[in-house]
């Protein structure tokens, strides 16, 4: 559902750029670093839009990325944790955390 938020959002926002992009239709002067040129308003709106656009989605996946890395970082730590309990726990002679609830109890017959 979040998801479909989103989209509906992002196209909404598109279609508000799209807009105001067509109402500017006027030529500016446009100063780069080592020229300057003319050019219609509603390229230097779209450019602009696209190149924050790119910008955002780039750093996105940057994070997820990260991410991912922590979270295959930790789930190798959880299994070696978990491979080191288990071992702990046959050597004290107790059984593995996760069979406790599989045991079945005699104290009742």
Partial sequence: MKGQGVLISALAFAL???????????SVQVN??????????????LASTLLGGLTVGLLGMIRQIRLQRTI????????EL???????AYLNGQEPAGAEGEKVSSEGS
């Fill in 16 to 26: 508000l750029i799209a807009i105001f992009a067509v109402i500017n239709v006027g």
């Fill in 32 to 45: 780069f670093l080592f020229t300057k040129t003319t050019l219609p308003l509603i390229l230097v709106i």
């Fill in 72 to 79: 295959k970082g930790l789930e190798r730590q959880v299994a």
């Fill in 82 to 88: 978990e491979a080191e309990a288990e071992l702990a």
